[in-house]
């Protein structure tokens, strides 16, 4: 998350209205491709890019900043698609991706002010899927680039995870067994 400071006069006016004229703006990354979506009901345009006008369809938890070192999470939901459209979330390679989420504001004329502001930058750390038989809502929880801090590299080796990736292999069969002073090329 940028800390910036704003100095552009009409997107402080904008701000500080009653009735904002505001939306956000998410990338989210899923295989290769960026897929750019809006809260917004029409189309913005911004860098060279378009993003899909989504509307109510589109929702994210709040994104809260706190003084602790807790790790920031939000959760994004993109509801109402026909099940045909959900393949790309089902099949792409999405896990440890990033998103980014802004925040834009318009003038009276719903022209864009300023550049957009970062809500939050991410990246995802695991899918939903929830299906009512009519629409599909699909979404995922995002972690703070920060998330990964104190995580160590590496995999566990137990035999369900080793069979979940090579089922034939037995290599991991006996690695619960507890053998007290197992030392190494001894």
Do not use: H
């Given at each position: 998350?940028?800390?910036?400071?704003?100095?552009?006069?009409?997107?402080?006016?904008?701000?500080?209205?009653?009735?904002?004229?505001?939306?956000?703006?998410?990338?989210?990354?899923?295989?290769?491709?960026?897929?750019?979506?809006?809260?917004?009901?029409?189309?913005?345009?911004?860098?060279?890019?378009?993003?899909?006008?989504?509307?109510?369809?589109?929702?994210?938890?709040?994104?809260?900043?706190?003084?602790?070192?807790?790790?920031?999470?939000?959760?994004?939901?993109i509801s109402g698609i026909e099940p045909l459209t959900l393949s790309q979330w089902l099949v792409d390679d999405y896990i440890?991706?990033?998103?980014?989420?802004?925040r834009v504001y318009f003038s009276d004329d719903w022209d864009l002010i300023g550049d957009p502001l970062m809500l939050f930058?991410?990246?995802?750390?695991?899918?939903?899927?929830?299906?009512?038989?009519?629409?599909?809502?699909?979404?995922?929880?995002?972690?703070?680039?920060?998330?990964?801090?104190?995580?160590?590299?590496?995999?566990?080796?137990?035999?369900?995870?080793?069979?979940?990736?090579?089922p034939n292999d037995k290599g991991f069969e006996y690695s619960a067994v507890d053998k007290p002073n197992l030392k190494w090329?001894?």
């Open positions: 998350m940028a800390n910036r400071q704003i100095t552009n006069p009409e997107q402080l006016t904008a701000m500080s209205r009653t009735a904002q004229r505001c939306a956000e703006l998410i990338e989210v990354t899923l295989g290769n491709d960026v897929i750019r979506l809006t809260n917004a009901s029409f189309n913005v345009a911004y860098g060279g890019n378009n993003y899909l006008p989504l509307g109510d369809f589109l929702g994210f938890s709040d994104v809260e900043e706190t003084s602790d070192m807790a790790i920031a999470s939000v959760t994004i939901t440890d991706k990033p998103v980014r989420i802004y930058d991410g990246r995802i750390d695991s899918p939903m899927v929830q299906d009512t038989g009519n629409t599909v809502t699909v979404g995922c929880k995002v972690n703070s680039t920060w998330a990964t801090f104190n995580r160590r590299n590496g995999r566990f080796t137990s035999d369900d995870l080793q069979r979940a990736i090579f090329g001894g």
